[in-house]
């Protein structure tokens, strides 16, 4: 399927003929990348050429094939305090081969098939794009993206109990990640050659860096002491363009709303390799706070084969907090919460096991609730364009006590 | 209102007061800024500090003072196919100082002097951020951001006549530019200093350069070709990867469906200067052509006071374009038009004057409506993955007679 270019084929090919002589022991340096990252891709193969085995073994036996899934629904989820986020559970579903099934049952191998050789060529899809590559698959085609999409999670699921995720399928989002800006060197790699490609985010002035669609190769060097995680464009424009990251020696990252998966992984993955606490810095509403914030932290109850490489549960809620109305006068900055507030904060404190784990959050959102407003973080300029540069994040960093869990 | 840090104030002070002292008469090195900027900004502050004055004359002499902005409705706009966009016509309405009107003719002067404020501290604000400012003018707060934006737009269209954008009036959109990779150089400046930034957007291995909220202070240096304004991040993402921007010798950027603001002007500031053509690559429906790309070449028709800074006239259309669909084989990897889609082709067809005066686009348009079907870019992958780098773009770009104008 995927066409090599002239001249980057001859390596590509060479890398791709070394590994399938060796089998499994082809070497890091031979594919010019971490060790790392090649670990996860050897895992990855041996996965997709396991479950493979095991189909052709029945097949060869006569006897019809099965591939088994976890299950993927909240009935299937276990939580546990300790661990932080949503888990799957032990349930598991199987796919035999019957006539019924035989057309899912040939598309899932196929798209396990494409993500060998994505990771033989290291190279990536989206699921839009694996909808397509389907397209010339005859009656095994795809009608809809949604059927793509539902395999594609199955596959995810299975390779989550090997501690592998759909971007080490090579099945990368749609979205790339957030803006960044700060005290941060990102090491990447060129991905014709390999070599390595250092990207220093104190130098793009008023602009800022692009959180690539995958993360997982990127290494890090920093000085800086926390992350702040950024619901909007603009409050990230305005603490980049008077440079708070040099300030208060910090790495800021523009999340637009709820964070995309890449977003979400490369939060993760900086604040683990470099111990760095993360400050979350959105809206006071039941969005910032249920679905903004939450998602960031614990993950979602939907994707619960995903959250433990997508939570950053280590992250605290700086603010705009409820007390943060009353202790910065906000009052006549706020407007008042709609019935799809209300509705999401009573969500929260009835049916959310994050929140009803947390007696600091149970009281903040009442208190919200109780208030009927809601401040959007852009309610500080009430007091000056760059107040919340020169009074409220100083004052909040100085008492991280007052940060929500 | 904008409280200045400890560090930077000394600096900014200073320059500030020898503005004040000069009056018009600052020079550019004076703001450690380039020539061009100053000029606008300088501009800006005229604008601004006339207005006020013949409000003041008028007070002075016992009148009821008068301000006088452009019309903005489709009933004041003129179109002319050899300037290639909507423009503002002769329209105008006054504001007299009644009763009625005090609270708005007060907000209109707060916003011009939070606008003279922010030039001279070298600051901006987003329209939310202006909205908030004013909750501490007492009775002359807004009470919805559609007040403040209505407001601003009366502003930013008196502004227009004089040549300046909202952004340099310093109200900035809320959000960014897209991202951008390829063989381009852009010179910024360090928003403390004012000292050169270089920024080597060929450096960013799998990553990007995000385009900032304010572009009008960037400049550059490429012997890129040309730009690819592409629609989705997932095909940019593509084209970064395999390093499309260098085999091709061109600027990668991703606009994420409709361009920004800041996006459109970006693109337009740059192909203006480096002389670079601009092709533009989205999905082959009426989305992609009449609002994407639309929108891109000639702007909008309810902001014609914008659309001479931010169109893009010198756009073409590279594809998917509907006869592409039929030499790429595409057929089976479409979708069938939605009756929104219909509706949209239909209106082009009818109502929009761009399209009407381009007998290429209305052929287009007919036979696309004729097919009864849409094409995404990603529907290429149905050849492969690379297929749109390795067959598609090629073939395209040889036979520049195919683009759509």
């Known amino acids: 399927m995927a066409k090599k270019k002239a001249a980057k084929k001859a390596t590509k090919k060479t890398t791709s003929a070394k590994r399938a002589d060796k089998g499994h022991d ?3 340096t031979a594919l010019g990348r971490t060790t790392d990252l090649d670990a996860l891709d050897k895992k990855t193969l041996q996965l997709i050429e396991s ?9 060869n036996k006569r006897v019809l094939p099965e591939l088994k899934f976890p299950i993927r629904s909240l009935s299937n989820v276990e939580y546990d305090k300790s661990v932080g986020h949503f888990e799957l559970g032990k349930g598991r579903k199987s796919r035999a081969l019957t006539v019924n099934t035989v057309r899912n049952f040939a598309q899932t191998l196929r798209l396990m098939a494409v993500s060998k050789e994505m990771v033989e060529n290291d190279d990536f899809a989206t699921k839009r794009e694996a909808y397509y590559v389907s397209k010339n698959w005859g009656d095994a085609k795809f009608n809809e993206q949604s059927e793509s999409d539902g395999v594609m999670d199955d596959i995810e699921a299975l390779a989550s109990l090997d501690g592998l995720s759909r971007e080490q399928l090579r099945y990368f989002p749609e979205e790339h990640g957030g803006s960044l800006a700060g005290n941060l060197v990102v090491i990447d790699r060129d991905p014709e050659t390999g070599a390595e490609i250092r990207i220093d985010c104190t130098a793009f002035g008023t602009g800022s860096y692009s959180i690539p669609h995958s993360v997982e190769h990127l290494e890090f060097e920093t000085d800086a002491k926390f992350i702040i995680a950024i619901e909007t464009g603009g409050m990230f424009q305005r603490l980049n363009n008077h440079k708070f990251w040099k300030s208060a020696s910090c790495i800021l990252i523009e999340m637009g709303g709820v964070p995309t998966r890449a977003t979400r992984r490369f939060i993760r993955r900086l604040s683990d390799n470099k111990k760095l606490p993360v400050y979350c810095f959105v809206d006071c509403d039941p969005y910032g706070i249920a679905n903004i914030y939450r998602t960031l932290k614990v993950g979602s109850g939907n994707a619960a084969h995903i959250n433990r490489f997508f939570c950053v549960p280590q ?17 006549d900055a706020t407007h008042p919460l709609q ?6 904060a009573k969500d929260a404190l009835k049916n959310d096991p994050f929140f009803k784990s947390h007696k600091e959050w149970i009281k903040a959102i009442t208190a919200l609730l109780k208030m009927g407003v809601r401040a959007e973080q852009q309610a500080l300029a009430k ?8 009074e409220y994040l100083p004052k909040k960093l100085r008492d991280k006590k007052s940060f929500l869990p």
Request: aromatic residues 10%; glycine residues 4%; hydrophobic residues 50%.
């Open 26 to 28: 082809i070497t890091a």
């Open 51 to 59: 479950t493979a085995r095991r189909v052709e073994v029945s097949i």
């Open 315 to 331: 992250a605290q809620f700086l603010g705009v907090t409820p007390q943060d109305i009353i202790d910065f006068k906000l009052e």
């Open 339 to 344: 019935t799809v507030d209300i509705k999401r």
């Open 383 to 390: 007091w000056g364009l760059n107040f919340v540069i020169e």
